[in-house]
């Protein structure tokens, strides 16, 4: 399917464990971005890259863990998950960081218990 | 910290009246997008006005763009109860050497029939 996929769409997990969110697009864009959604907060910037191999820390990357081996794909990993992760994390591409649109997946609702 | 501010933070208006929305940014842009979020859905493009245009339309929407006085309007004319969504301003900002989009908080629009 074309376009921009994420998975698990909900993911419940204990704190401390190891949690993986996938992000996938079929644009071959450069940029791909991580952003978490909380009340209150808006969207925040937690990681995001410019190509294969590049990536650069947002407004809120501590706790987290990101990785571009393929242009593709754009894994965020919540290395020991803590309940203040609790919240719906957005994966969104586009062909520049600002210059152009995002286009946004449907979301991963996290519960860190 | 917040680029973008979008003012009202909630509208609540009858079907077929028209909604106006403002954002406000403090620093220079080339751009300012608009997004609409439907509940429990990832963002979706709606605008992107450039810093050389001083309005642009997409069908019922008309954003508005001031940059000396830093601040984007984007109004839907004849509402339907399908705008109901919250709507994001973003802007984008420079991070060492590469851009990225700034949301802002977003403003919760509810269109009544």
């Known amino acids: 399917d074309a376009g921009i996929t994420q998975s698990p769409r909900y993911k419940i997990t204990e704190t401390g464990r190891q949690v993986t969110l996938m992000c996938h697009q079929t644009w071959s864009h450069s940029y791909m971005f991580w952003y978490r959604q909380d009340l209150g907060h808006g969207l925040r910037l937690i990681y995001y890259s410019a190509a294969a191999d590049i990536t650069d820390k947002g407004e809120v990357p501590d706790g987290y863990v990101v990785s571009r081996s393929k242009t593709e794909n754009f894994p965020l990993t919540l290395e020991s998950a803590t309940r203040s992760q609790t919240s719906v994390y957005f994966c969104?591409?586009?062909?520049?960081?600002?210059?152009?649109?995002?286009?946004f997946g449907p979301g991963t609702r996290l519960t860190v218990l | 910290s917040q680029q973008g501010e979008e003012d009202p933070q909630a509208l609540s208006i009858q079907e077929g009246e028209n909604a106006t929305m403002n954002c406000s940014y403090k620093t220079s842009i080339n751009n300012l997008q608009w997004y609409r979020q439907n509940s429990g859905r990832g963002l979706v493009h709606l605008i992107l006005i450039r810093s050389n245009e001083r309005e642009k339309h997409s069908g019922r929407l008309r954003v508005t763009l001031d940059t000396s006085k830093k601040s984007s309007s984007l109004l839907i004319t004849a509402s339907r109860a399908a705008d109901t969504a919250s709507y994001f301003c973003?802007?984008?900002?420079?991070?060492?050497?590469?851009?990225?989009?700034?949301f802002g908080k977003g403003m919760k629009l509810t269109v009544n029939p």
């Open positions: 969104a591409s586009s062909e520049s960081g600002g210059y152009n649109e995002q286009f």
């Open positions: 973003a802007t984008p900002r420079t991070q060492g050497g590469s851009e990225k989009l700034v």
